[in-house]
């Protein structure tokens, strides 16, 4: 479970998050939507300790990520895969090298073992045959496939997407929120996304938090935000802005 209680962030004096509270149950998958700038990636990199609030509290199964030290933090991550809006892939390594590092810091393998988990991370997210490729190399689509497998490759309880789609065509973000609905379901992932993409949100998700000038103005159900009446919704999900 993951809770916020309060949550604010500012920067450089401009606020952002404005007393944000939510409740994450385990086995969901959840979409935080919200216009571009409202803090959706921020309440992301806080449930990680990538960033802290400036007050409140954000638990993670009961310990409070902002007050835990850098080990109980390493600990807390290891159960967390996080997939970056651009795939945040090491420029100067290969695929196979971007994906085994994860490993290497995390678990004690054997080569043969790693080799087996970085081969059978790419050919679930259908990659396979790409190990020796660079970044550079890579469609964006690509990338974040392999941002995926990397998440995979800790057997995560928790994956984190940061706009998954974002600047893919439409058959490559299709592929992509299947990937995510695909690994939700069969391995039991706590999914949450940020996207701004209601294919995306209609796809993947069973709960949406919708945030709108740094707090939660939205609560529930994929299909009640749909037909929601609410015009800050609707012009939301009919992209008017």
């Known amino acids: ?111 043969m073992e790693i080799n087996k988990k970085v081969k059978d991370c790419l050919q679930e997210v259908g990659m396979e045959d790409t190990q020796n490729l660079m970044p550079a190399e890579l469609s964006g689509g690509m990338k974040k496939r392999v941002g995926i497998a990397r998440a995979l490759a800790i057997n995560p309880e928790y994956i984190l997407y940061d706009e998954p789609t974002t600047g893919l065509d439409p058959i490559m973000a299709d592929t992509i929120n299947k990937l995510i609905k695909k690994f939700h379901t069969s391995k039991k992932i706590t999914s949450i996304i940020v996207t701004h993409d209601m294919k995306t949100v209609q796809s993947v998700s069973d709960r949406v938090i919708m945030i709108h000038k740094g707090e939660v103005h939205f609560d529930g159900r994929t299909e009640d935000l749909i037909k929601s009446k609410d015009k800050i919704i609707q012009d939301f999900v009919l992209g008017v802005s």
């Open 1 to 111: 479970m993951i809770k916020m209680e309060s949550v604010y962030k500012s920067f450089n004096s401009k606020s952002v998050l404005k007393g944000v509270s939510l409740d994450i149950k385990k086995g969901e998958s959840l979409c935080i939507v919200g216009s571009s700038g409202v803090g959706k990636s921020v309440l992301l990199k806080m449930m990680v300790g990538l960033l802290y609030p400036d007050n409140g509290k954000i638990f993670f199964e009961s310990k409070i990520v902002n007050e835990l030290s850098f080990k109980n933090l390493q600990e807390l991550r290891s159960k967390i895969g996080m997939v970056f809006q651009f795939g945040a892939l090491f420029d100067s390594m290969t695929v196979y090298d971007n994906i085994s590092l994860v490993l290497k810091k995390i678990f004690r393998l054997n080569q």
